[in-house]
């Protein structure tokens, strides 16, 4: 669509306004995360701007922002921007010292300036980082926002990867003490854990077996749990393992069992030999080296290559076939969103440090492998900032400048910041890896009229990417000529990488520019998912599309429908108009959409990207699989996906239908009596009435015994009514089946299956579903409704008599309906029953959405969302992997 049609208005002093002021979640997140706090609250003082500490709840605070408007001693009032007026000891404010961004920047700027050689150079790169940092044109690094002059004790990196563990108790431990330490600092932290044993292999010293490599990733996916960074976030850990392990498949299915590794992301490391057995169909060796080789402890660390070529003998453990462990692989990332997928010997081919430091892991969010001891150092350009409106283009000098300076900054951030093992300054010095990437993507695609996804994006998006790793790589070769290249550069070794060789055939200036001034760094480029700061800043995060255009938000004047910004901003130009066909979102693409656009860019990003492929609710086993396959052969590093309201076991073996079981049957009776109740929720009701009736007949004959005549028989077919209500944990579909004209059964669906939501409603429907049909409790309806109503949790939806406090509520409120409706099961079928409130603003998500959210362990509401590889929270902004 033509600029023109657009008529984007341009804001006056909006630098000046975003120096001096934020707004809504974007201050919070500001003030909660990044601006340095005064560690003295004492005194604090009237007009002081404050994050006061509205719940006082160990494992789910909550700060708002506000004003101080009286104190008295210890105690302060506040005024919360919401106009509310909260009483607080001055203990519990977070006092900041910055207020503005500004502020922020000018902080930043000196920081890393401050490892220049001279004073005039200092103060030239003074100038120039304030300048790409002033109007967020660059966006740091969490860590780097948070840390930079702030703290001896805080990195100014994100991520790294430590050394596979020692096969050992001691070495196990100390791998365990130093995830501790760098999470505690701020940073996540990636472990392949193939360096471990197998299961039931025997440990001599002993005289006993080993629990096996996936035990291990438990204890310490259990201990990221336990750790705050800050009070305001958790750890974050990526655990991986390779597809040679004899214990790769209890890994990737490892999450299936409740409880287990429930504080880690996965993800298998496949070698090209591996995809190859897969699409030949041959068979797979599982392997491990031989424990009794008299140097195995003192030489084994995970790479069984080196161990192979060294002549040492390998233990075979078993032989299956390659299709079935892919099979579990694609079948659980079906059912999940995990484990993901690296192709991890592909990787190491492009990469440009394969000549002396091999990638081992990646970050929890995956967009950056790294060597053992590895870091990613990392900040983003905001495209969204760089839209020329005059010729409707991309503003390409003033992107190239911002390119080049934010390379130089990135560079310094190696010399500034703190070390806490010497392993990483020798590492990152060594090779001075750092990860510049992009937010706003998607914003800045809208604003030039191209749909992401289609061909012409594919072809814009390889022009970009390309332009800025150009611009990037020639930055990198200058700053060499001044200061020198990275200790392990081998210019001939350097240029032989498969990214390399891409680069030099498309772009040989930059081949003559290393060759002649050599290059600052290993890597340059890396595509995080930006989400804490890309919501702060008010873009699309990443690479990726908008989650959604519109939200429901709650203040002071109800309850109101939200756009995204460009998206508003295009509705009030053209009213009554739907917004045109490029303004999409992630869940408008297919999921082939998404791997081609993240195919597209990885050509330019010689580390990785943090992607998620989004695939809607009726996306098949075998779609999946397909395309798993087209990521590996369009050239992509890894590949995760994310459907839309994942369901269980049951669901996901539909496609053999002759080997039900006789105990499904009376589901599938039940479920053939009922009509969908909507066309938007058809697949999903039906998904519901299968898992829950056929988990009830299992329930029934394991009872049975134990309750004998007392419990009563479940006839295959039985009538009722499912009710639809918008609850604190998102949309609850609670089916409410009568026997003999009273209720006798109820089953929940909330969540996404694997989810603590959806696990917890499950629970709750089958207790109450066994209170309703075993023993004599006079009026059990009325009972269990008395002793559910109103219980409350961390927040509520609605108001008056719709107000719906706790998913306990709901229940209850649905078995009043319930009751008000129906007088005995023969005067109705069963038949769906909405009623639903608009969300409110901490629940900020579209209707859609609902089935995708889980618990945020930052706020406590149900406003965690799969996006960018990531678990992103609507809410407060709180992102696992930033």
Sequence with gaps: MPSHEYHFREVVDLKIMQQTKLEGLSEKIFLDRYAMKDADTSHTKVGDTVLVLTKDDPKFPAKEVGEVVERQGRQVKVKLRNGDIVESAVEK????????????????????????????????????????????????????????????????FNCYVIPSPHDSRGGIMATLSEMTEIMARGGGVGINLSSLRPRRSVVRGVNGSSSGAVSWGGLFSYTTGLIEQGGSRRGALMLMINDWHPDVVDFITVKQTMGQITNANLSVCVSNSFMKAVKEDLDWELVYPDTADPEYDDIWDGDLEKWRKSGRNIIHYRTVKARDVWHTIIESAWKSAE?????MEYYNQMSNSWYFNPIICTNPCGEQGLPAWGVCNLSAINLSKFYDEANNDVAWEELSKVVRYSTRFLDNVIDKTPYHFEENRVNQQGERRIGLGSMGLAELMIKLGIRYGSAESLEFLDKLYGFMAKESYLASADIAEEKGSFQHFDCEKFLQSGFMKNMVDVFPEVGAAIKNKGMRNVTVITQAPTGSTGTMVGTSTGIEPYFAFEYYRQSRLGFDKQYVPIAQQWK?????????????????????DHIRAQAAIQKWVDSSISKTANCPSDFTVEETKRLYELAFDLGCKGVTIYRDGSRDVQVLSTDKKEEKSAEAKPAEAAAQAAPAAETASRSEESSLTNLSQSLAVKVDAKTERTFDKQYKRRPQILRGATYKFNTPFG??????????????????NVGKAGSDVFAMSEALGRVCSLFLRYGDHGDKVQLLTKHLKGIGGSGAIGFGANRVESIADAVAKALEMHGESTDSADDYVTATQEVVMETTAQYAVTRNAATSLDLCPSCGSASLINTEGCKNCSNCGYSKCS
């Design 93 to 156: 404010l977070t006092l900041t010292l910055e207020k503005t961004p500004g502020q922020m920047w000018d902080r930043l700027a000196a920081a890393m300036a401050s490892v220049e050689a001279s004073p005039e150079k200092k103060k030239e790169w003074t100038e120039k980082f304030r300048y790409i940092l002033d109007d967020w044109k660059l966006v740091p690094g969490g860590r780097i926002a948070a840390g930079a002059d702030a703290s001896d004790e805080l990195t100014l």
């Design 339 to 343: 484990p993901g997928v690296v192709f």
């Design 572 to 592: 009030d130009q053209h009213p009554g108009q739907e917004l045109p066909s490029h303004f999409v979102t992630a869940m408008d693409l297919s999921a082939e």
């Design 731 to 748: 949309m609850a579909y609670i089916t409410i089946n009568d026997m003999n004209g009273s209720p006798s059964e109820i089953f929940m």
